[in-house]
């Protein structure tokens, strides 16, 4: 029982967060050179702070988002993603060439997280997410009938939509996109903005940097050590209405060193349907809203796009699906261990929010609060 989860795990009660990379500031007194590189991109900001004798060019940076926003971006009609979503014809293919692989990655890592998250992670959720008012088209109102009628077309499996590599080559992919259900969409945001992440991380590496940082929309990844030659200190907010509050108030700190820590919420994205305020947390296998008591999932992996994937299907799971699942994955994945710390609030609106975490973070979180 989750109850009893909680008593065994929690570290403390306290009012928390959802995460936002930020660098603490460091000693004036270092001698390393930090080169920082910024912008917009996905609809947030991203930067990337590194220290190397080598350079990475604001141009190399922005052609990557680029390219990664010309294939997954729901919100540009001319983007790739966008034009298989419209393409509904169910006796034939849609067939691209996929020069950079990245459809071929993030499917077969999707399918892979759907299946291990019994379906709590599904990016055939974008009729849903236009149906509660978090896509481009959304209803006033909706009913049981309204989401009835779009989960026949919502489910990640073959019936619905399939992708199939036709032809490998060194230079690029042959692709082929068919649909058993010509009303089926998609959308990978759940893990294409932590993808984009790992993607900067390598065009880095590549360029022979050792010690980075990378933040995009809150997710982030960290190679090396930053100036100071220690760990970057990525820190995590407060899960309240930042409008009303003086800066970010902070909650935590969680040192990071070649690995990403991502993390979802449902604090900030609402929309107001039927008169009634609703998270943008939605679970694609009743095809509603996700309550379950959980603020925010925050997830360290060896990559961002696991780390991002993973916080989401948390969110759906719930404190004890989720506790579950990152325990089943833990035992799983190889490499950089999966840490987790959820944050809850079962009791309503004026109860305290309580922690569970994993063994390896408990000792670890500086608390701020």
Not at 61 to 79: A, G, H, I, Q, Y
Not at 303 to 328: H, N, Q, R
Request: net charge negative.
């Amino acid at each position: 029982m989750m109850k009893t989860i909680l008593n065994v795990n929690i570290l403390t009660t306290v009012t928390v967060v959802s995460v936002l990379a930020f660098l603490l500031l460091e000693s004036c007194t270092s001698k390393a050179e930090e080169k920082i590189i910024s912008g917009e991109a996905q609809g947030t900001t991203y930067v990337i702070k590194y220290v190397s004798e080598h350079s990475v060019s604001q141009y190399s940076v922005d052609s990557l988002l680029e390219v990664m926003d010309s294939e997954m971006n729901t919100w540009r009609k001319d983007s790739r993603i966008s034009q298989i979503n419209e393409f509904a014809r169910e006796d034939t293919v849609f067939r691209f060439y996929d020069n950079t692989k990245i459809w071929t990655v993030l499917w077969d890592m999707t399918w892979e997280i759907h299946r291990d998250s019994d379906g709590a992670f599904d990016p055939t959720v974008k009729p849903l997410v236009d149906l509660w008012g978090f896509g481009l088209n959304h209803l006033e109102t909706v009913d049981s009938a309204d989401v009835d009628s779009i989960m026949q077309f919502v489910g990640f499996r073959t019936e619905n939509i399939d992708f199939d590599d036709v032809e490998t080559r060194t230079e690029y992919v042959e692709s082929h996109i068919s649909k058993g259900d010509g009303r089926s969409q998609l959308d990978f945001n759940a893990i294409a903005q932590g993808y984009t992440v790992d993607m900067l991380i390598d065009l880095l590496v590549d360029a022979g940097v050792e010690n980075a940082m990378v933040e995009l929309g809150g997710e982030v990844r960290c190679i090396g050590q930053n100036k100071n030659g220690i760990a970057w200190r990525i820190a995590v907010d407060k899960p309240i209405a930042h409008d009303v509050v003086d800066g970010r108030p902070l909650q935590a700190i969680i040192d990071v060193q070649d690995a990403a820590i991502c993390t979802s919420g449902n604090y900030r994205k609402f929309i107001e349907v039927n008169g009634v305020k609703y998270s943008h947390t939605l679970d694609p296998r009743t095809g509603y809203p996700s309550y379950n008591g959980l603020l925010s999932v925050t997830i360290q992996a060896n990559s961002a796009a696991i780390a991002d994937a993973y916080a989401t299907a948390c969110m759906v799971l719930g404190p004890e699906d989720g506790v579950e699942f990152i325990e089943k994955m833990r035992g799983i994945r190889s490499g950089v261990p999966i840490e987790a710390l959820f944050i809850l609030n079962t009791e309503g609106v004026d109860a305290e929010f309580e922690f569970w975490t994993t063994p390896g973070w408990r000792e670890k979180i500086t608390w701020l609060d």
